[in-house]
């Protein structure tokens, strides 16, 4: 599995770095005693690092058959497994299926199912913990809205958090897309909630762990 820097965070690295740079040398060169400058160069290094590492972007191919399937969206622990009415877009009962991603993970975000866009959508809200249920509806959010290859509706969620102030949604209406392809991302901590239709075969529990573009969460039911 490859990995490289994704391309939201490549100006952060940037400015991070030269500001880090400037830091560092000003204090090895006006600051003493010279434990100081190590202690700052030390702390720098680290966070440098936890940057980079936030903003990996792995290469995905998916293993398996991806016909009727779905697959987890993004790295994370599952949250929530639960039926609900989804009152903004789909307005009916569904199942959600939610996973919280940590500073650690990546934050790279995954179609979940082969298919095509149908909508796009923003709303604006608060920035509560993205651990909280309701974070779900109260929550700065962005819903993309995909008919499967199977002509069922999946609904995905990029939910902002109390760190995470940024989503990036890279997902067109009207535009084919497939599990392998990134349909977003969202900047510093956060979940994804993904809508599937009743009669969906989950394959997850809460609390297990995922990977996105690779974790089979479902498979849909097949039309007759």
């Known amino acids: 599995m490859k990995v490289k820097i994704h391309r939201e965070g490549t100006n952060i690295l940037i400015i991070l770095l030269l500001m880090l740079m400037v830091i560092n040398a000003s204090a090895w060169m006006f600051i003493r005693p010279v434990a100081i400058p190590i202690v700052f160069s030390s702390i720098s290094g680290i966070l440098f690092l936890l940057v980079l590492n936030f903003f990996r972007s792995p290469r995905r191919h998916f293993p398996g058959n991806p016909k009727d399937i779905v697959v987890s969206s993004v790295d994370g622990t599952v949250v929530a497994l639960e039926e609900v009415y989804e009152s903004e877009c789909l307005h009916r009962n569904v199942i959600q299926l939610s996973v919280f991603m940590t500073v650690f993970n990546v934050h790279a975000n995954w179609f979940p199912v082969n298919g095509e866009v149908l909508l796009v959508r923003h709303h604006s809200g608060r920035f509560l913990s993205a651990y909280l249920p309701k974070s779900s509806t109260e929550n700065e959010r962005s819903t993309v809205l995909i008919r499967a290859e199977n002509g069922q509706e999946i609904l995905v969620r990029q939910i902002a958090g109390a760190v995470a ?10 535009e084919k897309c497939s599990v392998e392809e990134h349909m977003g991302f969202i900047k510093f901590g956060s979940r994804v909630d993904i809508f599937l239709p009743l009669g969906t075969e989950i394959f997850v529990n ?6 996105g573009g690779i974790t089979e969460v479902a498979r849909l039911r097949p039309n007759n």
């Not at 809460?206 to 990977?211: E, F, L, Q, V």
Request: aromatic share 6%; no cysteine; hydrophobic share 25%.
């Open 165 to 174: 102030r940024r989503i990036v949604t890279y997902a067109e209406p009207g």
């Open 206 to 211: 809460i609390g297990d762990k995922t990977t």
